[in-house]
């Protein structure tokens, strides 16, 4: 019989419990694979009377974590405890005892990232978080691994479950979001505390990520720009879909040259593009490099099952570099430095949708005002609004600097004959197809 | 300064060409992951003179494939020159005489792979072959690595660009296969024999290969049932798309307990399915795990850059493999025996079209002799021919076995009542979603 591999587990929650249930039901597959037995030696948990959805020997459940993380038999832990202080202490003290990590925190990684994968390769550990990005879908490996011999120029993710569910309800239905959200409550597909979900800070994190492994920089959560989704109306999503787009809040990183952006907001994507059919929970992250074009990998961005594949598959790949003894090695660590785009370097198409004063010359005032800035329109929509006395014009931009952008909306703002702006998006994804 | 490391390149054609060009054009990238500098040492042609896609010193090029494959300077050879037993003779050279191996050539893959396979693991040489399926998508990658803790079940693949451009067109435009045909071979994207492409012969290689894998069961060629896109008439496409259906050459490779089916057809799929949405010459693999659920991988199926980025990919992979002295560690046998399912094991949905005579009783005729077979419909079309005598019938069944379904066809193909049946497809993709 060969000796088993001992592994200990951080938290026992959704996401652990599936990481029990994928180590029981596959240990066939995966002893072919690594040639060994994995063997879960100690769960560290909060309370070990509580209900699990997982049947595990009540034997294996400790609330010291020193169990785990001192103990010299366990050769790797499975981080699925979630929060941050706390585990980055957990995390580089199993570090500096030798254990190699695997972990699904997102949250952590893109704040203590590049601290964490440090003290990895000084003590020679592996230290994997495919399951930090698209719950199941293998992301990181198709950027670090699929793609290495390629330059990614922009990468463009939607990479939270919440509010694309969110976002595809209220399309298909008209419906507000505060409604859909409710639901989405209600169907498990939002935390009873959304915030983290429809602020946008999640996706920001996921997408700080990416761009660290996407353009071999190190990119902090503080340097992506994040616009959530709670203030969208029904009247965006319906002039949306009347010229051709499907709002998405997508995550953007795009490099130009040695200069990168990445931010976080609402956009609007031609219908025809890969992303606008990711619907509901799913997720997507569309890649570009400039050898191999366009590339797309889609799936389920959450839930028990497929994030502790992703963490289970990391686990395989922990193994056999411990069969191999090559644990450590394989982290590359960022090629550039990282400078970000100024306001002055980031271009795009905007749509924007303002009330004005019903009277002769208002149009041709706010086109003047663009055109002043060197911006021209691909498509222009007016229409009555009840509100008799106003309008309403709904514009989309041909490309234009921010700072030219943001420029035009503080004179319109300033405009007498503009009651207000209602709403303005970015359009993404037009000049690629 | 680092001793570079050599490689030998078998063929310069068009994805030569790119491999070529993206090992000048990111030296920088590639050097920071492995840490030394790649040089391409010789380069096997079959005409010196001939002029090329890239700017190469000549003195490199040489028509004796001995000076790479004896050369023991050179770590790795690269193969891209196409064709299958000299190629095989000059890899299993290769390897005897320790050269690790990246090839593009899915037609040798499809044929040889296991021996091919087991020489490079006697000899603890790497063999990797990425780009034979589906060009610049690290679909292999994904299924050997990222989801290497999960059970897939089914595997359906768009990974035949040409026949995908044929069909998008057809389905758009209403056009008839033979001027499509046309118009892809003009554009480049069909080949002027396109018999391989068009029979669905090169799809069932790719199948063979993904099927190996995502299974670890050796599928030969020989287990893919294949049938291609040049029987389909723009009625079918059209009936297709007023039942909600689009028709793709589909790849699949279905898994139930222990046995497998594999196979290449045209299938309609329901329009909001993602590879529905898969137009062009693009490819995808749509990947079915017990744990992960849906996933898909989606980009440029051919191509010179994109292909060659799967190749240098690889390349990178046996480099870093080098450094650490692991080569040849990597490939993992396949798990079980190949158990094919018997055609009472393969359940499917499916289309037909049949002209009948125009009489009382015949519908009730016909579905009298599917339900006797146990096989009911989901969806039932009836309308008239141009010819009054007869009309036609488009049915959509409920899952049937393959068994039932050719006993009912031989039965219906009897009938007085039935002038002909005009076409038959499977509806694949519904039970899923």
Known sequence: MVKAISIGLLGLGTVGSGVVKIIENHQDKLMHQIGCPILIKKVLVKDIEKERRVSIDENLLTLNPSEILEDPEIDAVIEVMGGIELTREYLLKALANNKHIVTANKDLMALHGPELLAAASRNNCD????????????????????????????????????????????????????????????????????????????????????????????????????????????????????????????????????????????????????????????????????????????????????????????????????????????????????????????????FIRIHVKDEVGVLANITLLFAEHGVGFDKILQLPLKDKDYSEIVLVTHTASLRDYECILQKLESYEMVKGIESTYRVEGENIL
Chains 1, 2 share one sequence.
């Open 127 to 350: 230290l994997f978080y495919e399951a930090s990005v698209a719950g199941g879908i293998p992301i990181l490996r198709g950027l670090v691994d699929g793609l290495s011999s390629d330059r990614i120029t922009k990468l463009m993710g939607i990479v939270n479950g919440t509010t694309n569910f969110i976002l595809t309800k209220m399309s298909k239905n008209g419906s507000a979001y505060e409604e859909v959200l409710r639901e989405a409550q209600e169907l498990g597909f939002a935390e009873a505390d959304p915030s983290s979900d429809v602020s946008g800070l999640d996706a920001a994190r996921k997408m700080a990520i990416l761009a660290t492994l996407g353009f071999s920089m190190n990119i902090d959560l503080a340097d992506v720009k994040v616009r959530g989704i709670t203030e969208i109306s029904e009247e965006d999503l319906k002039y949306s879909k009347k010229l051709g787009y499907t709002m998405k809040l997508i995550g953007l990183a795009s490099r130009d040259g040695d200069k990168v952006e990445v931010s976080v907001q609402p956009a609007l994507l031609p219908e025809g593009h890969p992303l606008a059919g990711v619907n509901n929970e799913y997720n997507a992250v569309y890649v570009y490099g400039e050898a191999v074009g366009e590339t797309m990998f889609y799936g389920p961005g959450a839930g028990s099952l497929p994030t502790a594949t992703a963490i289970v598959s990391d686990l395989v790949a922990v193994l056999k570099n411990l069969r191999l003894g090559v644990n450590g090695k394989s982290a590359v660590s960022p090629q550039f430095s990282k400078l970000l785009k100024k306001p002055a370097e980031i271009f795009a198409k905007y």
